[in-house]
């Protein structure tokens, strides 16, 4: 079923955006930074998604990878990308 494909290919697809975002997290502005933890934190904490566990951890290990782009950030509005 097309729901069960899905379903399967989620973690996937989920891994491969941690690993661009890991390698270009940089370049990533305040608001993409913002986005990719609103995404990830989603990842840990919504059941119903049904994640493996192993998505989970790397979802954890990717937002712990993001936290010096956060606190560094030189933006003069500090309330931007936190």
């Known amino acids: 079923s097309c ?6 290919l989620r973690p996937l697809g989920y891994s491969t955006l941690a690993d661009l975002v890991h390698h270009v997290r940089k370049e990533l502005t305040p608001a993409q930074l913002s986005r990719v933890v609103r ?4 990842v ?6 049904n ?6 951890v790397t979802a954890v290990r990717l937002l712990l990878h993001l936290v010096e782009q956060i606190v560094t950030n030189k933006d003069p509005n500090p309330q931007v990308g936190r």
């Open 39 to 42: 995404i990830f934190s989603r």
């Open 51 to 56: 994640m493996p566990l192993s998505m989970q």
């Open 3 to 8: 729901s069960l494909e899905q379903a399967s």
């Open 44 to 49: 840990l904490h919504d059941v119903s998604m």
